[in-house]
């Protein structure tokens, strides 16, 4: 347990980076974009407005995480992430929403952006900062075995992504084609409802206790292995994001006393932690059928 407190403290380092990061670069976008007319930036900065509102949630459902088990939470409080991560996918869609509304709008008036060579300067400049991020965070993610944290720098990437289409946009106005970069507005808006729904999709999964079935086929596998184990009957798993629960029901010879087979269950245990890491695994014996 208290390698998993360790994890999720060095998870909320990465979900801290993102927020400094995301700050400085919503106020430096909409800045920059508002004085220097760019449709693209502005919308990249909205983007990013949404992933401080994100990474900040997902620090706060870090740090409810850290909260040890109590009679309401005999899982613990791992599964805070989660729903932080959750939370900040619904601020997403909402955000990529008014974006695509506002650049309809400004098609529907012919207001066209002409943004200059400095929105182009920030769109490249913050694109090379969030794929640093995103690889410093997913490196950390997998590390600690966060959920949300693997998310996050997932969106880190795509951020980089809509600053260098924010850029492309920005290219073609100052090569003639006036439509571009508020044409890049509205891409940055779907991509952004698109990332809110993966998010989601993903989390939501996780809540209802959803469990990557290629995990839990190599967790058999395994326990199929353990010296004593004469068949898996049942497997059945959950995360919680930082650590596995798994609940399993193997057959045993019939003629094992309790000690024989407590020593089967301990061997089990100990396998699945040191293959899948922060594991709890409930081991349930019955006897099998010897012809």
Known sequence: ??????????????????????????????????????????????????????STALFIGLTIALIPRDDNHTYG???????????????????????????????INNDFAEPSTTSLYVSLFSMIVMFIVAVINYKLANKVNSVALKAASIDNFQDGMVSLGAAIGIIGVLLGFKTL???ASF?????????AIIIFKETATTLTDGFNSKILNQMKTLIEDVDGVIDVVDIKGRSHGFIYFIDVTVTVNPHLNVIEGHKITEHIEHAMSDAFG?????VHIEPAVIN
Do not use: P, W
């Not at 891409?187 to 990332?195: E, V």
């Open 1 to 54: 347990m208290q390698t998993i407190k360790q994890n999720i403290k060095k998870a909320r380092h990465g979900a801290v980076l993102s927020i400094c990061t995301y700050i400085f670069l919503t106020v430096v976008k909409i800045t920059v974009g508002f004085f220097d007319k760019s449709d693209a930036l502005i919308a990249d900065g909205l983007n990013n407005f949404t992933d401080v509102i994100g």
């Open 187 to 195: 891409l940055i808006g779907a991509l952004i409802i698109y990332t």
């Open 278 to 282: 922060d594991t709890e695994t409930i």
């Open 181 to 183: 970069d508020t044409i």
């Open 77 to 107: 409080h791992f599964r805070a992430e989660l729903i932080a991560a959750l939370i900040a996918s619904f601020i997403m869609f909402a955000v990529g929403i008014q974006v695509i509304i506002q650049t309809v709008i400004k098609f």
